[in-house]
């Protein structure tokens, strides 16, 4: 048994938080599929330093949100425990890594730079998920949905970038394939929230989910479908706007996760007082 | 070793918030700002409704999640169990706040007083530390600190102990030695049922709710 007022939407973290994740994960993302592209020079650089501005916008943005932000510096003190810390450690390793990537410094750097992507990406959602006070996102499966919405929005940005690149057939099927697991995770994700979260929190979770599920994943993959089947003509411009649905849903979905689906969960009590005779 | 814990008797708590006033003016924070409130609750529906006052705060968790995902290392948590806050080290990046589960955490972006200009009082205890970075209750740890020193047992001696434990004048609220079976936590514990908040999050909570006596067999 459980008593209480009702929870209420988080107000610490607001648009500049889910700035961090929304560009983070999809900069991230885009970094990840620069290497798997198999893009090279300058079209790899392009690729890389998209994402690379992604990630610094992000991280401008939570920079935003500091009380302190002349001491920022301090986020790197706790790497023990925090993924704070962690991911704050990850960006700095990538900006450098990424960049003498672009740079084509040494050859398969860009696999370091998207492993690094990876981490970075990684504790971003379980930074999400450390955070105990809002149940939308202490489900385990936010983090692998945190993964995921990053991914598929970095590998739409890839599409949309490639689209004319013949070679993109296996850019293709790998977006497409991050993009339908995405979809596959979402459902776990709000069948396990669906008794934990409050109601407005999963009305504001079904609302940006639907839009994920159709605008976001159904549509895009059809999209690329037609593209691959060469029904249709302009298969470029298929692949761009399936590219720029899949990014642009999964960064309304996280914006909406953050900043209308944070709602605590309130206050409760186990037992009531008992005062006088004991009720039944 | 010792750990200082708080216990609230909610069969008491008459919700006077004098507990509330006394945090307050003890520690000086600003309109808003409530280290020590207490919620009144309605349960239930008409004819049968129950109505709770319910003393809130940092609970002072022997797990707290808030020192877990503290990026700086500006929360910590001492030998004695109290989870405190360095003012110079924290960034104000509010994650502790949204990683508390009892919404204890403040954060005040610049200083506002009661009546818009500062009072003599106001502008005479405002502390520039706190602007900008999370704030929450101590326990009162410079009381208890300072009592300890001088020989004073917190809980039992009012210098020692927490304004607002100090304040109740019902007696709901309590603090002492939880690890002490002698002191009055442990006496209080022992002859009440009792329960802590949001127990499942396993934060392990040093604030224990009472709400019934203890059965007998």
């Not at chain 1, 293709?172 to 993009?179: I, K, R």
């Not at chain 1, 994700?189 to 994943?217: C, E, K, N, T, W």
């Not at chain 2, 507990?19 to 207490?38: I, L, M, Y």
């Not at chain 2, 609970?59 to 500006?74: E, F, I, L, N, R």
Request: net charge positive; aromatic share 8%.
């Amino acid at each position: 048994m459980s008593y209480g007022p009702n929870p209420w939407q988080q107000t610490n973290w607001d648009w500049r938080a889910a700035g961090n994740f929304v560009c983070g994960g999809a900069g991230g993302g885009l970094i990840v599929f620069a290497a798997l592209s198999g893009a090279q020079g300058l079209a790899l650089a392009v690729l890389l330093l998209g994402g690379m501005a992604l990630v610094g916008t992000g991280l401008l943005c939570v920079w935003l949100e500091l009380g302190r932000p002349l001491r920022a510096l301090h986020v790197f003190i706790n790497p023990r425990t925090s993924w704070m810390t962690r991911e704050a450690f990850a960006a700095t390793l990538l900006m450098p890594v990424a960049l003498a990537a672009a740079a084509s410094l040494l050859p398969g750097l860009q696999w370091l730079a998207a492993a690094l992507a990876l981490a970075f990406v990684y504790c971003q959602s379980r930074m999400l998920q450390a955070a105990k006070g809002i149940p939308a996102w202490r489900e385990p499966l936010a983090v692998p949905l945190m993964v995921l919405t990053g991914l598929a929005e970095g590998g739409g940005l890839c599409l949309a970038a490639r689209a004319a690149d013949d070679s993109g057939q296996l850019l293709v099927t790998l977006a497409g394939a991050v993009v339908l697991a995405r979809a596959a995770v979402w459902f776990a994700y709000r069948r396990r929230v669906a008794m934990s979260v409050a109601p407005r929190a999963l009305a504001a979770i079904d609302s940006a989910g639907r839009v994920l599920q159709f605008a976001g994943s159904l549509l895009p993959l059809a999209l690329l479908a037609l593209a691959a089947s060469g029904v249709l003509g302009a298969a470029p411009a298929l692949v761009v706007v399936a590219g720029l649905l899949a990014a642009a849903t999964g960064a309304w979905f996280k914006y909406t996760l953050v900043t209308r689906a944070g709602f605590n969960q309130g206050f409760a009590l186990a037992r009531l007082p008992v005062r006088g005779v004991r009720r039944s | 070793m010792t750990r200082w814990t708080m216990t609230a008797d909610l069969r008491r708590c008459v919700g006077c918030q004098t507990c509330t006033a006394s945090c307050r003016h003890a520690n000086a924070t600003p309109p808003g700002v409530q280290w020590r409130r207490v919620l009144d609750m309605e349960f239930g529906e008409y004819p049968d409704v129950q109505r709770a006052f319910v003393p809130v705060g940092c609970q002072h968790c022997a797990d707290p999640p808030c020192m877990t995902v503290c990026p700086t290392t500006a929360t910590k948590q001492r030998a004695d169990g109290i989870v405190t806050i360095d003012y110079d080290l924290c960034i104000g990046c509010s994650y502790c706040a949204v990683a508390c589960p009892y919404q204890a955490r403040y954060k005040v972006d610049a200083a506002h007083y009661a009546y818009g200009e500062a009072s003599e009082s106001e502008a005479l205890r405002h502390d520039k530390a706190r602007i900008g970075v999370a704030t929450k209750c101590t326990f009162c740890v410079d009381r208890i600190d300072a009592g300890l020193a001088k020989g004073l047992k917190p809980g039992v001696d009012p210098e020692a102990t927490p304004a607002c434990v100090n304040a109740c004048i019902s007696l709901a609220l309590a603090f002492g030695d939880g690890d002490d079976p002698q002191s009055n936590v442990s006496q209080l514990l022992a002859e009440s049922q009792h329960f802590r908040m949001h127990e499942e999050l396993g934060t392990a909570p040093g604030f224990f709710y009472l709400w019934d006596k203890e059965e007998r067999t």
